[in-house]
């Protein structure tokens, strides 16, 4: 194993602080420093192997060390590796529209590359705003987000972004975009099944449109498969027809955020794919499509909306690394690779595996109350009881305890809490697409040693009766 050359205390800066000042809590356990990955695993610089579980933040969706990855790296680096698309074509990027957009589908004919799924809401946002005044709609100037929900960091992406706790402290900063309720499925208000609580939220946007005005909205935002806001909520089939139906009868664009469940993840190209009948007008891409490589995110629209905003002066936007050729190469690389090795379909089959093994796990802890998701986007939801599906105390801030956990016992696990610890008590178990069904029992066997731990720690503390 590589030693760190660094002679500095592990987890120290040259200025005698913590490497990782942004982002730990004083008194947090260091991180560990990872200096190897291959496949599901990484390896620390003590040796200590750590399983990929969720994917990092459900972006490594190769796992480490693709060979056809690094090769297409290293060959584009040696063409070139910058070529400014206002002034230059280049293969690179050609290729991945045109095998993106095939992946893609019929009304999803014109990609623009940026570099992350922040930078893909944000021109998403832009790119509605420029049809609508091409149209000759000036008035439509908000998009509706869901709430709960997640979007992105950036400014614009936090505006239609659902978590009450990043906007207070960010909203004083922004114009904050109307929201609806996300279509829950786990915790139902009275008097409501899945159905009908479904198609309450489908008339919440209903009446948001028409209380907002209808000519005042230019779009709704969604994960047709939720990320960690919702963990990988799956909304009952009516919601998508429904909320399609809305959205065309107000000339609202319907943009999928598919940042987390597209580029196969869910088991099919897009997430979409699974409602045929509620085509969204333009999906927002990033993680999977270059699979941690490099930063990369996409805006997929139809080929005539793009046509009619050039036709009125042009797409006023853009960044140094859109379009970025080595990134480009690096996404086509990733995509050939999801396409050839039809994995895809191994995540649809892995996926079914996973669930199975999850749902065994349930029945074996006190601590888990729902499993949601699609193929390989799953999220465990932890409980204090699973009969009244009571959250577990705030204080003990449950999924980041149950990460550390994990860590310990060699699981890389990704959670976070949002809106105040309003949401947030699960964990994503999203491997890598190109995980085997022995990996699988692998994860499923870590992960119940892991909730065992915390349920006789939370035990022995007297929370669960
Ligand atoms: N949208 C969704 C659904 C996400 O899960 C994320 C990131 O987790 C983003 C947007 C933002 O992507 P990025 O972190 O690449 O800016």
């Known amino acids: 194993m590589t030693a760190s050359p660094d002679p500095r205390p ?47 933040p459900v972006a490594n969706n190769l796992g480490h ?126 008097n409501h099944t899945r159905e009908s609580y479904a198609r309450h939220c489908a008339q919440a946007l209903e009446e948001k449109i028409q209380s907002e005005g209808p000519e005042t909205i230019l779009a709704f935002i969604m994960e047709p498969i939720g990320g960690l806001a919702t963990g990988a909520l799956v909304a009952e089939d009516v919601y998508y027809r429904l909320v399609r139906e809305i959205c065309s009868r107000h000339g609202v664009l319907l943009i999928y955020d598919e940042v987390m469940s597209g580029a196969g993840r869910s088991g099919t190209f897009l997430a979409a794919d699974h409602w045929p009948d509620a085509r969204p007008d333009l999906v927002i891409l990033a993680k999977g499509i270059a699979a941690g490589y490099t930063p990369m995110g996409c805006v997929l629209a139809p080929a005539e909306l793009v046509r009619d905003v050039a036709e009125a002066g042009g797409f006023m936007h853009g960044f140094t690394y859109y379009s970025n050729p080595l990134s480009c190469a690096i996404g086509h690389a990733v995509l ?67 990460q550390q956990i994990a860590m310990d016992q ?19 178990v999203s491997p890598p697409l190109t995980v085997t069904a022995e990996q699988i029992e692998e994860i499923a066997a870590g992960l119940e040693q892991a909730l065992a731990t915390y349920q006789d720690e939370l035990a022995g503390a007297g929370v669960l009766s």
């Open 10 to 56: 592990l987890g120290q800066d040259a200025h005698g602080g913590p490497v990782q000042a942004f982002f730990l809590k004083p008194g947090t356990a260091r991180r560990p420093r990872i200096v190897r990955g291959e496949g599901l695993y990484m390896w620390d610089d003590a040796g200590r192997r750590y399983i990929d579980v969720s994917s990092g």
């Open 65 to 190: 060390g693709n060979r056809r990855v690094l090769d297409a790296m290293q060959r584009q680096a040696e063409a070139v590796t910058f070529a400014f698309p206002s002034l230059f074509e280049t293969e690179a990027n050609v290729m991945l529209s045109d095998l993106l957009t095939s992946l893609a589908g019929p009304g999803l004919e014109r990609a623009f590359f940026v570099s992350g799924g922040s930078e893909a809401t944000e021109s998403a946002i832009k790119l509605c705003r420029s049809y609508a005044l091409a149209k000759g709609e000036p008035a439509r100037v908000k998009i509706i987000g869901r709430e709960p929900g997640y979007h992105g960091a950036t400014l614009g992406a936090l505006a239609v972004t659902g978590d009450e706790h990043q906007h207070a402290i960010y909203g004083p900063l922004l114009r904050a975009m109307p929201k609806v309720p996300a279509p829950w499925t786990y915790r139902l208000p009275d």
């Open 336 to 402: 050939s690779e999801l396409v050839e090795r039809d994995l895809m379909a191994n995540a649809a089959a892995r996926g079914t595996q996973l669930l199975e093994a999850l749902q065994g796990v349930a029945e074996r802890s006190a601590l888990i109350g729902d499993i949601r998701g699609r193929g390989l986007l799953l999220a465990v939801e932890l409980v204090g009881d699973k009969a009244s599906k009571r959250q577990l105390p705030l204080e003990l801030n449950a999924p980041t305890r149950f």
């Open 410 to 428: 060699g699981l890389a696990v990704y959670s976070r809490r949002t809106s105040n610890g309003q949401y947030g008590d699960w964990f994503m």
